[in-house]
């Protein structure tokens, strides 16, 4: 990977991601919507070594030493992970014209990863429905990683001005 790329996908991965854990603080002082706790995050991939990859309820299992570090860690990879998919995806050419449509489409894509993969793991199941209001979980998942498609986009316009 080139230096110059490689830069590009720091840049939009952290600045989306850092974008998408205001939007959190935001909901959680104006609402009172509780963001995910990162250390449930740090805890999953804790007990992963041990080969349990599923659990009932992961806020019950038991906690894991350094597990807030892991989660917010693995948090911020994750968004230069999809950062670079966006940048595959998209090629080279959107960050001399950013443009805010391919970056909410494939942050609506990214949903993915919570509904089909981390939820359940987490003993919520498939896309929340083992929660008490699924729909309301799905929506605020799809509101937040819209979010980190704007950051996308709006450090995409931000690199193209640099």
Excluded: N
Excluded at 35 to 41: E, G, N, P, Q, S
Excluded at 84 to 112: K, N, Y
Aim: glycine residues 10%; hydrophobic residues 60%; charged residues 10%.
């Amino acid at each position: 990977m080139e230096v110059c790329m490689a830069v590009e996908i720091i840049m939009l991965g952290t600045g989306a991601t850092l974008l998408m854990d205001l939007w959190a603080l935001a909901r959680k002082r104006w609402f009172g919507v509780a963001a995910l706790d990162y250390a449930w995050v740090g805890r999953w991939l804790g007990h992963m070594r041990h080969g349990q990859f599923r659990h009932a309820a992961i806020g019950e299992a038991p906690t894991v030493r350094g597990e807030h570090a892991l989660g917010w860690i693995f948090h911020y990879l994750t968004g230069l992970l999809f950062a670079a998919l966006f940048l595959a995806w998209v090629g080279d050419a959107w960050l001399q014209r950013p443009t805010l449509a391919p970056a909410l489409a494939f942050a609506a894509l990214s949903v993915a990863a919570p509904l089909l993969l981390m939820q359940p793991a987490f003993g919520m199941g498939m896309a929340a429905s083992r929660t008490p209001q699924p729909w309301r979980v799905r929506v605020r998942a799809l509101l937040t990683h819209l979010v980190f498609g704007l950051g996308l986009y709006l450090m995409g316009l931000l690199a193209q001005w640099l």
